[in-house]
């Protein structure tokens, strides 16, 4: 009786441990295809069920005749999980901010705010705590543009709303005027669901007159599950059809960064982790760098036993990016907005630094 149920434990925790692995194992190999660097976006789970494993196949299997080839099969497992995940989550705990340049400094704030976030007296309040200079939404709807926009109106006069994926929108708002720039792409009847990723792109001034572009956006998901389903395609073209809205997203985005002079700023929810191929690849293709480092902002809401619950966030999917010549001085999450997502602050200034222009006088 007792063999049987160790028997039955042993297998359990091998088929287990087997299928994160293999989990672990085509992450690492996500660089091959999108379809393999989609297991990127569970990487926190991974790493920490990979370990659990590893340490449960070390006691279960303690006397077993297979131990060492299971304890190697777990193994792999975990450090194909940690070669990903703790690079990037370190970086964020090592992460040195730029040193001031003498230049005004500007705050900005990101935030998906979520389709079912009626709370905007919360939201609003929040804002007026934290008082940035400049606030970039995802996912605005209509209720909480017509909620929200009265109460912050008189501190953010100038603002855009754009209409983007899944009926939804984003938006820019601003305590100083901003001038639209090409590449800004809004849906000509937001109503659609099927409608491209929304995109900002708006030219700013600091008190000092140094000018800087900000970009906002939301992209999709890196997987569609739609293309399963048309009859019109075959299996092959059923599989490129799956990544192939984010990657066309990717590329169009990249290729209106790279067509901005100057410093640029680049906020919003990607649906793409920081342990993702595709996010490294972004930011080689436009050469900015990644800020918001080992910064978990989803989920922080599930819908658990037939309630929205507060959780830990484990993928960090919203991000906050910059050209080098943006001295990024401070980037941390904040308090929970009512969203599902925690929202990002960053501070910044642009220009050249005061020692520059003193040396070149």
């Not at 001034?205 to 395609?233: A, C, G, M, S």
Request: glycine share 8%; with cysteine.
């Amino acid at each position: 009786m007792l063999r049987g149920i160790i028997f039955i434990i042993r297998l359990a925790l091998g088929i287990g441990v087997s299928g994160l692995t293999i989990a672990s194992i085509l992450a690492l190999l996500g660089f091959l295809t999108p379809l393999f660097d989609a297991f990127n976006h569970l990487q926190i789970i991974l790493f920490i069920s990979t370990l659990l494993g590893f340490l449960l196949v070390l006691a279960v299997f303690i006397n077993s005749t297979i131990k060492i080839p299971v304890v190697i099969l777990a193994a792999t497992g975990f450090f194909a999980s940690a070669i990903t995940v703790v690079p990037e989550q370190a970086g964020g705990i090592f992460y040195k901010p730029s040193e001031p340049n003498g230049q005004p400094v500007i705050k900005l704030m990101s935030n998906n705010m979520f389709g079912l976030n009626y709370d905007m007296d919360r939201m609003a309040r929040i804002i007026g705590e934290e008082n940035p200079d400049i606030i970039a939404l995802q996912e605005y709807f209509g209720f909480q543009q017509r909620s929200l926009n009265p109460k912050i109106a008189a501190r953010y006069p100038f603002f855009m709303i754009c209409g983007g994926r899944k009926q939804s929108y984003i938006a820019l708002y601003s305590k100083t005027d901003f001038t639209l720039q090409d590449g800004t792409q809004c849906a000509s009847n937001p109503e659609k669901r099927d409608n491209p990723a929304a995109r900002i792109i708006a030219r700013l001034k600091d008190q000092n007159d140094n000018e800087y572009t900000i970009v906002v956006t939301h992209l999709n998901w890196p997987i569609q599950i739609n293309p399963l389903f048309r009859d019109e395609l075959d299996f092959g073209q059923k599989l490129f059809a799956m990544s192939a809205r984010k990657q066309n997203e990717w590329a169009e985005l990249s290729a209106k960064i790279n067509n901005i002079a100057g410093p640029v700023i680049v906020a919003g929810d990607f649906n793409s982790t920081a342990w993702s191929y595709a996010m490294e690849r972004f930011t080689k293709d436009t050469g900015l760098i990644r800020h918001s480092k080992g910064m978990l902002t989803y989920p922080k809401l599930l819908y658990i036993a037939g309630e929205w619950r507060e959780t830990a966030p484990f993928l960090s999917i919203d991000h906050i990016l910059a050209s080098g010549d943006v001295f990024m001085q401070n980037i941390r999450t904040g308090e929970q907005t009512g969203s599902d997502h925690l929202p990002l602050y960053a501070q910044f200034s642009v220009g050249q630094s005061e020692g520059k222009q003193a040396g070149s006088e």
